[in-house]
């Protein structure tokens, strides 16, 4: 059968052989190819609009809550039970420089103790809980056998280990990290087995299929894919991670965010509790904007 030939199908080998006609080449710029540019800016644009929208009707509703606090304060005409925002910013000014309490740190050097606090322990249990999800999805056996010790405690309040880590570990900064690390893993470990069952079974399967191992397949491949799930159960444990430090440094700490805002309290220092309030809230916008910047680059379908 190898020397059979067919007119027909010479002829339209001879037809797929000729040269391009205008607007038809692999550098030219056809009627087709026009639209779909033309269509695909059109989308980007209504993207950044929409973006914008977003982003100015959340500022208005921010502008709106700081004018409603402002009012009910003067009405109200009592600065320790609900402070001005102007009082309290002016009271942020004051002692982000200055000691509070007088033996204690700046304003600025709390927030860095918080923060590595939480940096540090956070870091910990998500590669901890990534790594035990890993492995809870590539085996039934370790599966089965760490579910129920997470599904256990996963429940359980962080804060309710405070006092066991200050016996077993004393009162420095380790039970504070381990804290953290605690409520993260959990958390962690059961989104990343979420977003690898997710995975769809062609692309593993593609994977083995070209010779690659069961290790390559999981890290390039499966936790790859589920890499955008994976940081939206960052976000989330992020959240739980600043409300574990703030509770136990209002408990068992002489520095950090928690602690001055307890010290603030006892000495109704009002003014000083809604700044520290505000500095948490602020810095915990900024790493969640860090978090959404890498969550664009793991999932290029959502950028504008």
Not at 186 to 191: E, F, G, Q, R, T
Request: aromatic share 6%; glycine share 10%; hydrophobic share 50%.
């Amino acid at each position: 059968m190898s020397g059979w030939y067919s007119p027909h199908a010479g002829a339209a080998v001879i037809e797929d052989a000729r040269p391009p006609g205008p607007g038809h080449g692999p550098g030219s710029d056809g009627p087709g190819d026009l639209d779909d540019r033309a269509e695909l800016f059109a989308h980007r644009r209504a993207r950044r609009r929409a973006r914008t929208r977003r982003v100015a009707t959340g500022a208005a509703g921010i502008a709106g809550l700081l004018v409603l606090w402002q009012a009910a304060a003067m009405l109200l005409g009592d600065q320790v039970a609900l402070p001005s925002v102007s009082q309290t910013v002016a009271q942020f000014f004051h002692y982000l420089n200055r000691p509070y309490p007088a033996q204690g740190k700046p304003l600025w050097y709390d927030l860095y103790i918080s923060l590595r606090r939480i940096l540090i322990g956070f870091a910990i249990g998500v590669a901890g809980g990534v790594t035990l999800g890993s492995a809870m999805s590539a085996s039934r056996v370790v599966r089965h056998l760490i579910d129920p010790v997470i599904e256990i405690l996963r429940p359980l309040p962080p804060l309710a280990f405070i006092p066991l880590f200050i016996v077993w570990l004393g009162i420095g900064e380790t039970p504070k990290e381990v804290l953290i690390v605690v409520g993260v893993v959990p958390l962690m470990a059961v989104m990343t087995v979420a977003a690898l069952d997710e995975v769809p079974d062609d692309l593993r399967l593609c994977a083995r299929t070209l010779g690659a191992s069961r290790g390559y397949t999981l890290l390039h491949v499966q936790i790859r894919a589920a890499l955008p799930f994976i940081l939206t159960g960052m976000r989330l444990a992020m959240a739980g991670a600043w409300s574990s430090i703030v509770a136990v440094e209002m408990i068992a700490a002489t520095s950090g965010l928690g602690y001055v805002i307890q010290q603030a309290g006892d000495y109704l220092d009002t003014a000083l509790v809604f700044a520290g309030i505000l500095v948490i809230a602020i810095t915990a916008l900024v790493i969640d904007v860090g978090l959404r910047g890498l969550l664009l680059l793991a999932d290029p379908s959502r950028r504008g």
